[in-house]
Every structure is written in C-alpha cells, then in structure tokens.
C-alpha cells in the first residue's frame, strides 16, 4: 500500500519559511519522480515544484522561483519543500505527489500525470 504523508505545514508571518516533508512507504521511491502542488478553497490544485526520480532535475512553477527549493533523499524515502520569503498567498493546503518516472519532470505540472497523492498539510502565511 502506497502512502505519502505531509508535515511541516503550520503557521507563519510574511516573510517566514517553513520546511515541508513527505515520507514515502510502499513503492521504490528512488524510481518516482515526485512534486508539491497546493490547493485553497474553490479552486483547483496548483502546480508548485517537480523533481526527477535522481534528483538531478527540478521544475518550478514561476511564481515561487528563487523562493522555494524542493530536494529529496532517497535514502530516507523522502522528499521536501523548503520554502522561503512566504507570502500570504501562499497559504493553502500543500499535497506531496509522485508518479513512476516517465519522461520529463515538467509534465507533473498537470494532475493527471501524478499517480499517487498525500493527504495534505495546511500552510498559513499571515500578512
């Protein structure tokens, strides 16, 4: 059974970071690409950040570039966001997702293309 859990959401100030986490069990995580997207109220998830299966490759969507960095640790089976310069915009709830690798990472902007998804961890950014 395959599960991918959050942490690290919580509640910041403008102009904070946090660092979110996602624990991977149940697949071979080093043949995963894996990515966060974000959702708030009434609308639809939000691509955030991809990387490859290695590490070696990343995407962004443009509006958190030079903010967050994802990275991730296969031997921990994890991967994480750090985030920086939070704004409250971004508050939203943030869902780890990762797909068996094919192809380039950029195609994980569209949902469709993740095979499994986290629960989510809320993250609040007060102005």
């Known amino acids: 059974q395959v599960q991918l859990v959050e942490s690290g959401g919580g509640l910041v100030q403008a102009g904070g970071s946090l660092r979110l986490s996602c624990a991977a069990s149940?697949?071979?995580?080093?043949?995963?690409?894996m990515a966060w997207f974000r959702q708030v109220p009434g609308k639809e998830r939000e691509f955030r950040a991809a990387?490859?299966?290695?590490?070696?490759?990343?995407y962004y969507a443009e509006s958190v570039k030079g903010r967050f960095t994802i990275y991730r640790d296969n031997a921990k089976n994890t991967v994480y966001l750090q985030m920086n310069n939070l704004k409250p915009e971004d508050t939203a709830v943030y869902y780890c997702?990762?797909?068996?690798?094919?192809?380039?990472?950029?195609?994980?902007?569209?949902?469709?293309?993740?095979?499994?998804w986290g629960q989510g961890t809320q993250v609040t950014v007060s102005s």
């Open positions: 997702v990762g797909r068996i690798s094919r192809g380039p990472v950029e195609r994980m902007i569209r949902t469709y293309e993740s095979d499994y």
């Open positions: 149940g697949l071979a995580f080093s043949n995963y690409d």
């Open positions: 990387i490859s299966w290695s590490g070696g490759t990343t």
